[in-house]
């Protein structure tokens, strides 16, 4: 795999491993920090869990649900009981591929668990996939076991006639107590977990879709413990004593790590609640007590207008101390209303899927409104231009980075797109101030070029969201014989405010004021609701669509 690969692989199918990308596609792996030489064999569920317990903190809480509340030691003997189920009751052998499906829950961590300390390979779906969908997933990976929620089943039955490879399939029911409780409730609370190597493959996370098709990636163990060594330690420095909480879900590698994988390496509690929409997220918060929040900016911007109307928002939210905002980039109007509503300072970051987990970030006392931040120790980053070149600081260009986790499609000829030179290629443009700081410009794909100038639509968007009638937006080029493309932007108002003309002619003018005039939008159309993935992120490719449809 790399430079660190250990032949010596526990899986028994080797599937996953035999459709890495080959090694001239692979980027550069790096280990620089004395915290990155792991052990070449390694089981990530056995680190974050058996050995916090084997430590004596086993009585600690760790996992807590809104009818279910786990110690570490309740949560290993659960996720024990479904390692049995899953080797004895189901034939798992190392290297299957085995869907979880359900929303953020108690169980759902410990069938992540149990099927990782199994040898087994977890594929997370996100909650509210239709049938096409999971049929596309299960035949890209050939997945053979299915830990479902009973709840929703209907839409993987309705998938099973097109997945002949996908052959056992329990379901669970949390509290409440299904399938998969019931067998489990009859096996031993103890495991002997499986002796994986390092480098082998624990984790496919499919992108979640921002650009239409999604892409598996592969992580292997040593990923999930080397991204616990770089930005939570450096940039959140989350407590043993901290309650973590958020809404990404599990299936999702910004909620494993923030919700699952992060808080056990301090041996820390999380809240999983299965609905975490604004409205529910910041009643949850003061109910768990919880004092680190993982969440999307949109949600962050939601919940500040909430507590601006209450009028009181301090006493709301007494016990959290730290926010996290990842998965799209921060707009500086909405960490000023969050830091107005609640006096925190948001830690923004950017990772993704292929890299599992934030690369550049800053913590509270670094932030600075419209800037992601500096590299994360481990990690580096670069601008490139189109040819693969660095540029200067100040020059917008290609973020690229490279750290001890990195892209491994699974069978995919994208990898040479996102892999060159050895560099990660996030798609993202960026540029690198005279601080060191890394400042958003647009994902790639979302620059326009419009009457000869390169507009970045995020700019446009973050100019909007400062206009007191603007609930929501998004910006993206439409096709124009005149000018080659036009700057177009959907608009969500907040209540109280009519769509009509001259609110339109009111958002083009403030724009022309706020920033450079050419960058105003020629036109707006007023939506009820933006297309958004489920972790929150904006479809801008469904609006540039439209847009072209138009």
Known sequence: MDAHANPATAHLDTFARDRLPPPAQ???????????????????????????????????????????????????????????????????????????????????????????????????????????????????AEITH?????????ELELARPQCPTLARVRHFAGAAGGELEALAAAKPATFADVDTAADDICLIAFTSGTTGVPKGTLHCHRDLMAACACWPPHVLRARADDVFIGSPP?????????????????????????????????????????????????????????????????????????????????????????????????????????????????????????ATGLVVPGYRAAILDEAGRPLPRGQVGRLAVKGPTGCRYLDDARQTQYVQGGWNLTGDAYLEDDDGQYVFQARTDDMIVSGGYNLAGPEVESALLLHPAVAECGVVGKPDAARGTLVKAYVVLRPGYAGDAAMAKALQDFVKRTIAPYKYPREIEFRASLPRTETGKLQRFRLREEAAAG
């Open 250 to 370: 599990l299936a999702f590698t910004f909620g494993l790590g923030g919700l699952l994988v992060f808080p056990l390496a301090v041996g820390a509690s999380t809240v999983l609640i299965e609905k975490a929409t604004p409205d529910a997220l910041l009643p949850a918060i003061a109910a768990f007590g919880a004092t680190v929040c993982f969440t999307a900016p949109t949600s962050y911007r939601a919940m500040a207008l909430q507590l601006a109307q209450q009028r009181q928002p301090l006493p709301t939210l007494p016990t959290l101390r730290k926010c996290v905002s990842a998965g799209e980039a921060l707009p500086a109007a909405t960490r000023a209303l969050w830091k107005e509503a609640t006096g925190i300072e948001i830690i923004d970051g950017i990772g993704s899927t292929e890299l599992f987990h934030i690369f550049i970030s800053a913590d509270e006392a670094h932030a600075r409104p419209g």
């Open 146 to 154: 299915a830990l479902c929620d009973a709840r929703l089943a209907e």
């Open 26 to 140: 692979l980027p550069e792996f790096l280990f620089e920090l004395p915290e990155l030489q792991f052990a070449p064999r390694l089981n990530c569920a056995v680190e974050l869990l058996d050995r916090r317990v084997a430590l004596g903190d086993g009585a600690r809480p760790c996992v807590v649900g809104q009818r279910q509340r786990w110690s570490y030691a309740e949560l290993l003997a659960e996720s024990n009981r479904i390692a049995h189920v899953l080797v004895e009751d189901m034939g798992l052998v190392p290297g299957n591929r085995v869907l979880l499906r359900g929303a953020n829950s108690p169980t759902l961590a410990a069938c992540w668990f149990a099927v990782v300390k199994a040898g087994g390979i977890v594929v997370g779906t996100m909650p509210l996939l239709r049938a096409r969908e999971l049929a596309t997933l299960i035949a890209k």
